[in-house]
């Protein structure tokens, strides 16, 4: 009987879409600007499941393999190393006239393993992976086994965070969107963190029925899941593992964004603007702040705090 690491890379090996001509003209053009760096893309968020809307903006994790020859600037070395995944912004002019935009974020081939592990506490990697996404144009098959399987691997610590929160039986749609729902309430985020995770859910319930009979066995005649039983203590300290991450995830969060403020033209006002979208709150910046956005980022990171941006 194959074992459940295989079933897994099979559900996601079937996840695998014809990407549209804007995003590979995207990619070459990611590929262009870090030459020779890039291992592979994994193309994820609303654009993807909106695959045709010109308006929806690009998301990409760019996995590479040096964060030193990937990056011009030797402070964006530093803080990608410290701080992975480091967030670009780029735009592209398409063959019918229109402009796409995308945010990539660039975070190393061993750095995204890492991330998508138990050995992670922070969830912001093997949360957003374990959902449907799609690998692009990895360097060779070895990468791309490597990639999947980290995956694979989010996709089980998931659900080993999310199961003792549940007592007796649950169905795959309430246990996917509690676990998701846990990791979006880790991270500044525009909308409602439960009903977000619901939406994710139940436009998936298929797959992620399959991913509940792979880890849990099969459901009961009422298609309930047996959860494994947890102790009392089990059980708190799951519950505390999440109070901890949304502790601590959103300053960082935070702190990822407005260090993208030095990757491209215009950047804070980007930061800014986003997040106005997540939290309501904006701030007024000068010139000189705009040329110097790493300079005055403590000042303005201070301001926002104090206005509310990061609860």
């Known amino acids: 009987m194959p074992d459940r690491k295989d079933k897994i890379l099979r559900i996601l090996a079937s996840e695998q879409l014809k990407p549209s001509q804007n995003v ?23 654009s993807l499941r909106a695959m045709n809307d010109p308006e929806k903006m690009l998301d990409f994790y760019v996995l590479v393999d040096s964060y030193r020859k990937t990056h011009k600037s030797p402070l964006r070395v530093v803080i ?12 592209n002019a398409n063959a019918d006239g229109s402009i796409s935009n995308c945010k990539y974020s660039i975070i190393s081939l061993p750095a995204f393993e890492k991330k998508c592990s138990g050995k992670a506490f922070l969830s912001v990697v093997w949360g957003r992976f374990s959902q ?18 980290a995956r694979s691997r989010g996709i089980r610590h998931v659900a080993n965070q999310t199961a003792p929160l549940f007592t007796g039986k649950t169905d795959a749609i309430k246990f996917w969107a509690r676990g998701f729902m846990e990791s979006y309430k880790t991270e500044l985020r525009p909308e409602s963190s439960e009903a977000r995770s ?16 792979t880890i849990y066995g099969k459901p009961d005649v009422q298609n309930l899941f047996a959860m494994p039983v ?12 999440w109070f901890g991450r949304r502790l601590l995830g959103k300053p960082v969060a935070a702190i990822r964004i407005l260090s993208s403020a030095v990757t491209f033209d215009g950047g804070l006002d980007y930061v800014l603007h986003k997040l106005k979208n997540h939290s309501g709150v904006t701030i007024p910046v000068t010139e000189g702040q705009r040329r ?20």
């Open 198 to 213: 619901e939406e994710i859910v139940a436009r998936y319930e298929k797959r992620y029925g399959a991913l509940m009979e």
């Open 132 to 149: 449907p996404c799609v690998l692009l144009f990895p360097k060779s098959e070895s990468i791309k086994s490597r990639i999947q399987l």
């Open 80 to 91: 990608n190393s410290m701080l992975p995944p480091s967030v670009y912004y780029m735009e």
């Open 230 to 241: 947890a102790s009392s203590f089990n059980q708190m300290l799951c519950k505390l593992k």
């Open 24 to 46: 590979i003209n995207m990619c070459d053009k990611i590929k262009t600007r870090h030459e020779g760096r890039v291992q592979a893309f994994v193309y994820y968020g609303s």
């Open 292 to 311: 110097h956005p790493i300079l005055w980022s403590p000042v303005l990171a201070w301001r926002l705090y104090r206005k509310g941006a990061f609860k």
